[in-house]
């Protein structure tokens, strides 16, 4: 049973391009959640799909979005990128409405030069 | 969510129990506690989660106070493997995860 995954590994962009980064759930997990880690803190809450909707967000602006399938993958998007967007992307999954824990992909390292 | 407050940094001899403390005084009674662990950029790893009672798995001891006020993370017997940055998170079952800024243990030999 693969865990949640996530693509690509590593990316490099320049200022004002946008990017989109995957993940794909843990098998039977219906929910899932975006972070973004910068270098020496902890991960910070993006938002949260469930049900192809945006369910909760965190603080931070309309150039992150995303997009969640039918199949309960995700996507995440940053337009317009700028240099302080250089982070860890993590994905992580759940079940909605259950006490179960919630499992972290491997990240997507995005650097913006 | 309920905030907690951790060290920012500990030490633990390799093979020794290594104890990390968590204070979250301001808890409500539907928010549960969970430890996960970050070793150098890696996804964080789920370790154990429990609401009031003491709870134990293959990775390690959760004890929770009676007032639920604060909370111990214990490895029993620590190895250099175990080096990471520990975080201790509460919340209500229905939201994700909110990250502080944890505690980074390092085991000696």
């Known amino acids: 049973d693969a865990g949640v995954t996530q693509s690509p590994t590593h990316l490099i962009k320049t200022r004002g391009q946008q990017v989109t980064l995957r993940c794909s759930p843990k098998?039977?997990?219906?929910?899932v959640s975006w972070y973004q880690q910068a270098l020496g803190q902890g991960p910070q809450f993006i938002f949260q799909?469930?049900?192809?909707?945006?369910?909760q967000r965190g603080n931070f602006p309309d150039r992150f979005s995303g997009h969640q399938f039918p199949n309960y993958s995700s996507e995440l998007n940053v337009n317009a990128l700028l240099l302080g967007d250089s982070a860890l992307y993590l994905c992580?999954?759940?079940?909605?409405?259950?006490?179960?824990?919630?499992?972290f992909g491997p990240g997507t390292r995005l650097t913006v030069l | 969510d309920a905030k907690t407050t951790q060290p920012p940094s500990m030490d633990c001899a390799e093979g020794r129990a290594a104890n990390l403390p968590c204070n979250h005084s301001?808890?409500?009674?539907?928010?549960?506690v969970y430890w996960y662990r970050q070793i150098h950029s890696q996804g964080p790893q789920y370790i154990i989660h429990?609401?009031?009672n003491n709870e134990t798995n293959e990775m390690a001891s959760l004890i929770i106070t009676e007032d639920r006020k604060s909370s111990t993370l214990i490895l029993p017997h620590a190895t250099l493997r175990d080096t990471a940055v520990y975080y201790c998170?509460?919340?209500?079952?229905?939201?994700?995860?909110?990250f502080g800024a944890g505690t980074r243990l390092t085991v000696k030999p």
């Open positions: 098998s039977g997990h219906d929910t």
């Open positions: 429990g609401l009031k």
């Open positions: 998170i509460v919340r209500v079952r229905n939201n994700d995860m909110r």
């Open positions: 301001t808890i409500s009674g539907n928010e549960y």
């Open positions: 799909y469930y049900e192809e909707e945006e369910r």
């Open positions: 992580a999954s759940r079940i909605m409405l259950s006490t179960d824990t919630q499992y």
